[in-house]
């Protein structure tokens, strides 16, 4: 499990993420909605836990925060509210992250200088974590990577305004990392799909959501990018498990799309 396509890329990318003034809306409310959880989090880590899902109100929060038919799907987003769609996407990447990198204080020895060694410290954990929180991080996951599927026909409609010369360095950059990100995501997607620490259930409620978003995902690849991740796809596909083979073929497809317009193109 991985999460991607944070939010200072996706500022990076936006060059700008003014928040629209709130109103009583999916944004106050997921707002809401999440200090609530930080606060059942807050009471949890005090007691040296986090809070699982056979606690009820945990699993209400979570049910809460990963509920993408309210918060997601009730309308159409604009280009103006992205600042606000932003900020709701990034509250779930945090909340999944507080679980990948629980305890990173009490395994990470502050002797510890070598980037090297921080690195991977931090990423031998958080793998441990991905199973042991599997759970829990991914309905947060799965809202995470259908809240950027909004995002990103609003960052093109947004690029495509754009005059040649307000295309920064710094968006190109953006840009880049955005790429990065959504290309281990397809990646992350697929190697998971053999992982037996992670149950089918959650196997499955991941495949579906890439599924469901590789048409959009695949909008911010650049052709080369996009057949890296489409050859890593086809190298894999005999040892898929048959439980994913038309899901699979699903994101091979669209993988292989030829098709370069909007964020594709620049």
Do not use: W
Not at 98 to 110: H, P, W
Request: hydrophobic letters at 40%; one cysteine or more.
């Amino acid at each position: 499990m991985t999460y991607q396509l944070r939010r200072t890329v996706l500022i990076g990318l936006l060059g700008c993420a003014a928040l629209l003034p709130a109103h009583a809306n999916e944004f106050t409310d997921y707002a809401e909605v999440s200090q609530r959880f930080s606060k059942l989090m807050a009471e949890s880590t005090r007691k040296h836990r986090m809070p699982r899902m056979s606690d009820p109100a945990t699993a209400k929060m979570v049910a809460a925060m990963s509920d993408h038919r309210r918060f997601l799907n009730a309308r159409p987003f604009s280009v103006q509210e992205i600042g606000n769609l932003m900020e709701m996407c990034e509250t779930a990447n945090r909340a999944g992250m507080a679980y990948m990198l629980a305890d990173l204080d009490k395994r990470l020895d502050k002797s510890v200088k070598d980037p090297a060694k921080v690195s991977q410290i931090t990423f031998d954990l958080a793998s441990r974590n991905a199973v042991t929180y599997q759970d829990e991080i991914t309905p947060l996951l799965a809202f995470h990577y259908r809240c950027l599927a909004k995002e990103l026909p609003l960052l093109t409609n947004f690029a495509a305004s754009l005059p040649p010369a307000q295309f920064t360095p710094e968006r190109k950059s953006g840009l880049a990392q955005a790429r990065r990100g959504v290309f281990t995501s397809f990646v992350g997607i697929a190697r998971s799909s053999a992982e037996t620490a992670l149950s089918l259930r959650n196997r499955r409620e991941m495949f579906a959501v890439m599924t469901e978003v590789a048409p959009q995902y695949i909008q911010v690849l650049d052709l080369a990018t996009r057949k890296q991740a489409h050859d890593y796809y086809n190298s894999l596909a005999s040892a898929i498990p048959g439980e994913f083979d038309s899901q699979y073929r699903k994101i091979a497809k669209d993988l292989g799309a030829v098709t370069c317009e909007g964020l594709c193109r620049l």
